[in-house]
């Protein structure tokens, strides 16, 4: 019921856009997040915004990140801006509600 999108191969210092479409029927009801995995870690996560839109953020990416919801789309969005090689990871995103979904996943790549 998620689908991520925007991933892609960039240098760092540049700047992405990951985009989360969720179903327009519960959109509205979901706490939604980005994680991300890198190979051989664990997932994380990134940036939480509650229904409200209440942002939380990991501190590697304080001032770098912003996390924003549409709801007319049903979207999530996650800027990343000031990219770093350590950002490279497959990202995730997640929707809370009284169940959990997640996204596909999108690779996120940084070159130095």
């Known amino acids: 019921q998620l689908q991520a999108s925007g991933g892609g191969l960039v240098p760092a210092g540049e700047s992405l856009r990951l985009a989360c479409a969720a179903s327009?029927?519960?959109?509205?009801?979901?706490?939604m997040s980005w994680y991300c995995q890198a190979p051989g870690k664990q997932r994380e996560l990134v940036a939480t915004?509650?229904?409200?839109?209440?942002?939380t953020y990991a501190d590697a990416v304080k001032g770098r990140f912003t996390i924003s919801r549409d709801g007319a789309k049903a979207t999530v969005y996650l800027q990343m801006n000031s990219l770093k090689p350590e950002d490279t990871a497959v990202y995730y995103c997640?929707?809370?509600?009284?169940?959990?979904?997640w996204g596909q996943g999108t690779q996120v790549t940084v070159s130095s």
């Open positions: 327009t029927n519960i959109f509205r009801y979901l706490i």
């Open positions: 915004i509650s229904t409200s839109g209440s942002t």
């Open positions: 997640q929707g809370r509600s009284a169940g959990t979904y």
